[in-house]
């Protein structure tokens, strides 16, 4: 636990200010750093569980609530688009964020985790392309 709230400042940018967005506000969400903040608050949890064998009941439910919002997040982060390639890595972010919810529906940890390792992924590949 302490090890990765360590991990996570030392990851997170110093200015990095969490934005714990329900889901029924994320379509109103009012600029790309928002939606980013948001993307950083709700993903973060869900890294340390990328390597997991075995959840819980409340972590499968994290899981859930992670990936319904991680979804809405990457269709909010179209409105601020930088055009095509920022567009085809937020369809990648959402289709991994669907699949963690899949994976957590048949509670499936190898599936989840490869969901979580595709949305890392799309994080880092819009990061390097568009930021
Ligand atoms: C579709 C493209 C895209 C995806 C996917 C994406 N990001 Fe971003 N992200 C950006 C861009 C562009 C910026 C820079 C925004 C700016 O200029 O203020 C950014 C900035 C950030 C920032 C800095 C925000 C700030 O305060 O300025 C954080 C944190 C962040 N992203 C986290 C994430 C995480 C975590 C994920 C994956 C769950 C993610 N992003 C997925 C495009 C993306």
Redesign the pocket.
């Known amino acids: 636990m302490r090890a990765a709230l360590i991990l996570s400042l030392v990851l ?2 110093a ?3 969490p934005l714990d967005a329900p889901l029924a506000e994320i379509p109103k969400l009012g ?3 928002e ?3 948001a ?2 608050t ?3 949890p869900q890294w340390k569980m990328e390597g997991a064998t075995s959840y819980t009941d409340e972590d499968w439910a994290k899981a859930k609530d992670a990936s319904a919002r ?1 979804a809405a ?2 269709e909010r ?2 409105e601020f ?2 055009g095509d390639a ?2 085809k ?2 369809d ?2 959402g289709e991994q964020a669907k699949a963690l919810g899949a994976a957590a529906e048949a509670k499936d940890a190898a599936a989840a985790g490869k969901a979580i390792g595709g ?2 992924g ?2 880092k ?3 390097s392309e ?2």
Do not use: Q, Y
């Open positions: 997170v940018p200015c990095f200010k600029s790309i750093e939606v980013m903040r993307n950083e709700v993903a973060g991680l997040l990457a982060s179209k688009s930088r920022f567009n890595w937020a990648t972010m949305m890392k799309a994080c590949g819009c990061h568009t930021r």
